[in-house]
């Protein structure tokens, strides 16, 4: 069974329609990319899974059970992560703050806790800082960190790797490694490079349609249909 | 130059403008004794109007809302209480301090448990349906200024009201030449506590933190799995209770109120807000306190200019700093 | 937007021509003091609100502040008119000088506070309006205070001119009526507001009303596509202040008085924004109709509310809400319900009436 499933998913941003029936399934497990270039409509995708637009038609389906306008904080607590393009950190907020704000109760778990300052080790050292402070890399840090910090079984990151220099982006891909042990992630990046190392399922989306889905190992290998999804953006 | 403002950073920034704007007020009047009145009259002023703008600035920071209505609160915070120390007037003759201060608690706390419930019902009924849209939004609570505005009338009539202070607080401390009236001590020392109240509340708490998190993004906050707009009803409740609390003393202070008091006070507060910044509630103390001493210091110098010399003030600072002086990050 | 006519922009267009009609003709129809009165008031708001529709309904700005311009508008005639005795000069200098004066202030608010967020902008109008209205009641010595300023208009106007004379010399009557000043101060209020409202409905019509349209529905866009946002709002902002303020000019000479209660106190305000509403935004015709409909309510409808409160007179409350000085609150009332269900108004909701059938 799939974790995440999209079905004919619409969304119409003001009077423009920019998804024309987006659909595809997140398997359990792994790091899915869903790949397209500027404006093929997958940040839309991410915020009309988190509820912050509202498709119509079409339906998302969780662990079996439909969230399709559920508020956003409804669908949160299902267990659904969300990083969004610009992270949002909150910079007035110290890096204890923007975590300690992630957790349900207030407090933390320490052994999360600890598995988040060996991923990131920035975040123990600016453990007190505002967070507008930070540079980008430790931005995305602490927004991938406030994503983990509770157990969830789904999180959305969008195009983390944007703007990042080339250690750090490695270091990225390390992290998203480890946690996908335990969660999945779905991925939309622009980054083919940093996508194709992490993901094991894909789809490409264009125009607002999934003109693509299967196996990342297939997709690498076969350099005409790369060459026609994705020419613009490689 | 770089040296000088970051030496004025140091020093305290944005927040030195009312101790300039005092000393420059010493030097202009001459008169110790006349300056230190006007000064205390300023800072309570600065408090009352604190309390009046505070949440409407904390509400326009978490939801983008901003209710024009808002300043119908504080009439109805202002009428509701003098009713109810006009109705207790035996209480606040008497010589019992126990009694005058129960009949002042009373009327506060009525002007309070006003704004509680209008506040609520303003915000389930009118503000919501708009929530997105600012058109409508100010068009609505315009109307609602409108209608509001009526029904004071219709209730109080249009005739000033006498408002009755408790004994307790009537007079003066004097110290040599100076005196400073009891009331405005008062006032300035309940603004304070206020303000004290909302900083612990903004910053030592999980709500003050989802607050402070809401007003500068909205959408990660609900993403993180928090109810924003339960938040917000709290805050507006919260803000209207304030606003009416400032209604109740700004009536006690004045002591003769009319209908138009809302509409009056609504530039007072616009100004300061704006000054201060949108969606912090620093900023707008420190609007508060400026728009407080430059009102009474120049409504001493130059009477005739005190309203437009708020309104130049606002001009110069939004030329300044387009945003305000101490605006919540966004 | 489709181009065929539907149903209800005939009929849109069928209540213009009569109200068009029966302004024209009012001095005939309506025989009494008090309908060229209300004639006139309503011609002068048509423009008020139509103006007033070009930033809030075509350019999406919330001003708080139209007032304030017409009050320069009425103000500066007045004090020419005060100052320089009754002349056509003195209506040219003054109108010329309030609608600088207007466009100043206008200028000067638009760059500051333009770029900044469309609610910073209604709140410092507001502020600014209030500031105008404080000062024009303190500095008495050229604006009469509360009391105002009463003056005399061109000796044209005065009710004694006879316009044509018979043989015998006497005023021509025309169906009853004396040609005298009060039917040329009429049309020229009329010809005036005539000529300003068609110089809008001809902005709207220009290159430049699309250019608002899309700075409206997308300003972030129309920057990007290369329209300078914050320099056409300021234009449009000085625009409708410059007509705002010569149809207070026209107003001034009508009344033959102006004070803060008729040209600048906020009640006014509440009156353009009641009207704007109500009859439509972002449509012309909607500024006809809602001025049409709350100029005639505003002296017919507190006869009607001063009956209501006496049949109510035992019930609590409901008579002081029923009192005419109230009416307002009903206004109110109608306007909430407005913006909540019929946000187009009257005219916008009728012209896509059968659009979708």
Known sequence: ?234 | ?330 | MTRKMTFGALGVKAVMLIIAAALLFAPFLFQDVRSIEVAARICIFIVLVASYDLLIGYTGIVSFAHTMFFGFGAYGAAIALKEMGPGWNAVLLGGVLGMLVSLVIAAAIGLVSLRVKAIFFAMITLAAASVVLVLASQLSQFTGGEDGITYKVPDLFKPATKLLVDDAGKVVKLFGVSLNGKIAAYYFVFLSTLVLFLLLLRITVSPLGTVLEAIRENDVRAEAIGYRVVAYRTFVFCLSAAVASLVGTVYAVWLKYTGPETALSFDIMIDILLMVVIGGMGTMWGAVVGAVLLVLAQYYLRDLMGAAAEVVSSVPLLPELLNPDRWLFWLGLIFILLVYFFPKGIVGTLMTKGARG
């Open chain 2, 1 to 330: 130059m770089e040296q000088l403002s970051q030496t004025l950073e140091r020093f305290g920034g944005v927040y030195l403008l009312p101790f300039a704007l005092a000393v420059v007020a010493f030097i202009m009047i001459g008169a110790p004794s006349s300056w230190v009145t006007l000064t205390v009259a300023g800072l309570a002023m600065g408090m009352m109007v604190f309390l009046m703008a505070s949440g409407l600035s904390l509400v326009f920071g978490l939801m983008d809302v901003l209710n024009f209505g808002h300043s119908a609160f504080v009439s109805f915070g202002a009428f509701v209480a003098a009713s109810v120390l006009a109705a207790l007037g035996g209480w606040l003759g008497s010589d019992s301090v126990i009694l005058n201060a129960l009949a002042l608690i009373l009327a506060l706390l009525s002007a309070v448990a006003f704004g509680v419930v209008a506040g609520w019902f303003f915000e389930s009924v009118i503000i919501k349906p708009v929530y997105k849209d600012h058109l409508r939004q100010i068009l609505i609570t315009m109307g609602a200024l409108i209608v509001s505005e009526q029904v004071i009338l219709a209730i109080w009539g249009g005739t000033p009201i006498t408002v009755h202070r408790p004994q307790f607080l009537e007079g003066a401390f004097i110290f040599g030449d100076v005196s400073i009236e009891v009331y405005r001590v008062f006032a300035f020392v309940l603004g304070l506590a206020v303000f004290i109240g909302l900083h612990v509340l903004l910053n030592r708490t999980r709500i003050g933190l989802l607050i402070r998190a809401g007003v500068e993004n909205r959408e990660m906050v609900e993403s993180l799995g928090f109810r924003i707009d339960r938040l917000f009803i709290g805050v507006f409740v919260l803000g209207s209770a304030l606003a009416a609390l400032g209604g109740a003393m700004w009536a006690g202070y004045v002591t003769l109120i009319t209908p138009a008091l809302g509409a009056e006070m609504m530039i007072v507060v616009f100004i300061v807000v704006i000054i201060g910044g949108l969606g912090s509630i620093q900023g707008t103390l420190l609007g508060a306190i400026i728009v407080g001493l430059t009102a009474n210091y120049i409504g001493y110098l130059a009477p005739k200019l005190s309203l437009a010399s708020n309104m130049l003030l606002m001009m110069a600072i939004l030329m300044w700093r387009p945003n305000g002086l101490r605006p919540a990050v966004k």
């Open chain 1, 1 to 234: 069974m799939s974790l995440l499933k999209i079905e004919n998913m619409k969304t119409d941003i003001g009077q423009y329609a920019v998804l024309h029936g987006v659909s595809f399934d997140v398997p359990e497990g792994g790091v899915f990319v869903l790949l397209g270039r500027n404006g093929a409509g997958k940040t839309t995708t991410l915020r009309s899974i988190m509820g912050l637009w509202t498709p119509s038609p079409g339906s998302v389906t969780f662990r079996g059970e439909d969230i399709t306008g559920l508020h956003t904080a409804g669908i949160a607590r299902k267990g659904i992560a969300y990083v969004p393009e610009n992270m949002g950190i909150f910079g007035g907020l110290t890096v204890e703050e923007n975590l300690i704000l992630a957790t349900e109760t207030g407090s933390f778990d320490q052994a999360r806790l600890k598995r988040i300052y060996e991923l990131f080790p920035a975040i123990e050292t600016f453990w007190t800082k505002q967070a507008w402070s930070l540079s980008g890399g430790q931005k995305q840090m602490l927004a991938v960190a406030r994503a983990i910090i509770e157990p969830r079984a789904l999180i959305l990151i969008d195009e983390p790797t944007k703007g990042l220099a080339p250690s750090i982006v490695a270091a990225m891909a390390e992290a998203f490694r480890e946690i996908a042990e335990t969660t999945t992630i779905l991925l939309v990046e622009q980054n083919f490079h940093f996508a194709k190392s992490l993901g094991r399922d894909m789809a490409v989306i264009e125009d607002g349609r999934v003109v693509h889905t299967g196996t990342m190992a297939d997709f690498v290998a076969d350099k005409a249909l790369q060459e026609r999804l994705l020419s613009l953006s490689a």
